[in-house]
């Protein structure tokens, strides 16, 4: 069974810091991009930030770019969104997923291309 597992969510003050933690199995997920995803009540779900398949690259949504970094683990099948210089705005909920297509070259932005997903971990930011 192919699963996602998230986890490092919490609530903190603005300007602290959360380390989320995305553990996947039942799939090489070495072979597929993965990404984060955000969902604030009444809004849809954005995307946060995304890796290649290969670990080489990282790509991320210009409202987080410089504050968060998205890293595969030591650990097999494990990436992580570590989160810096918090704001409000940042609360949500979020989810990591993995990519429809293996291989692909870069990673899409749009949920639909993304065909696994965790069950999200709660981000509450506070002023």
């Known amino acids: 069974q192919v699963q996602l597992v998230e986890s490092g969510g919490g609530l903190v003050q603005a300007g602290g810091s959360l380390r989320l933690s995305c553990a996947a199995s039942?799939?090489?997920?070495?072979?597929?991009?993965m990404a984060w995803f955000r969902q604030a009540p009444g809004n849809e779900r954005e995307f946060v930030a995304a890796?290649?398949?290969?670990?080489?690259?990282?790509y991320y949504a210009d409202s987080v770019k410089g504050r968060f970094t998205m890293s595969r683990g030591d650990v097999k099948d494990t990436v992580y969104l570590e989160m810096n210089s918090l704001k409000p705005e940042d609360t949500a909920v979020y989810y990591c997923?993995?990519?429809?297509?293996?291989?692909?070259?870069?990673?899409?932005?749009?949920?639909?291309?993304?065909?696994?997903w965790g069950q999200g971990t709660q981000v509450t930011v506070v002023a």
């Open positions: 039942g799939r090489t997920f070495s072979s597929y991009a």
């Open positions: 890796i290649k398949w290969s670990g080489t690259s990282t």
């Open positions: 997923a993995t990519e429809t297509s293996r291989h692909h070259n870069k990673p899409s932005r749009a949920p639909a291309a993304y065909d696994v």
